[in-house]
């Protein structure tokens, strides 16, 4: 089992941009495939961006497609989500996850999640 912490999240304004970054301890982190989801208050927790074990394949939500990138650096057990042209609809806590399995979109299939950031974006 590996241990996330994200980190990165605050205000911004509309168009602005932001990086989110999720350190992994505890575990082989190269053996994981991650995931970022977002959960406003009275709804579901949904995919945001996912990138397999080996980062040859990555998967995004159709809102946060063009705009939104994600990435991981192995050798530093960090996953980064790059958020670029932000949107008052993207205000959400970001979490990050990871599975030791396949990519997946799923919230469920998660066995391992940060607490979350907050972020916000002004109109």
């Known amino acids: 089992q590996v241990q996330l912490v994200e980190s990165g999240g605050g205000l911004v304004q509309t168009g602005g941009s932001l990086r989110l970054s999720c350190a992994a301890s505890?575990?082989?982190?190269?053996?994981?495939?991650a995931g970022w989801f977002r959960q406003v208050p009275g709804k579901e927790r949904e995919f945001v961006a996912a990138?397999?074990?080996?980062?040859?394949?990555?998967n995004y939500a159709g809102s946060v497609k063009g705009r939104f990138t994600i990435s991981r650096d192995n050798a530093k057990n960090t996953v980064y989500l790059q958020m670029n042209s932000l949107k008052p609809e993207d205000t959400g806590v970001y979490y990050c996850?990871?599975?030791?399995?396949?990519?997946?979109?799923?919230?469920?299939?998660?066995?391992?999640w940060g607490p979350g950031t907050q972020v916000t974006v002004s109109p």
């Open positions: 990138i397999s074990r080996t980062v040859d394949t990555t």
């Open positions: 505890g575990g082989t982190f190269s053996w994981y495939s």
């Open positions: 996850a990871a599975r030791n399995g396949g990519i997946a979109t799923a919230s469920s299939v998660y066995q391992n």
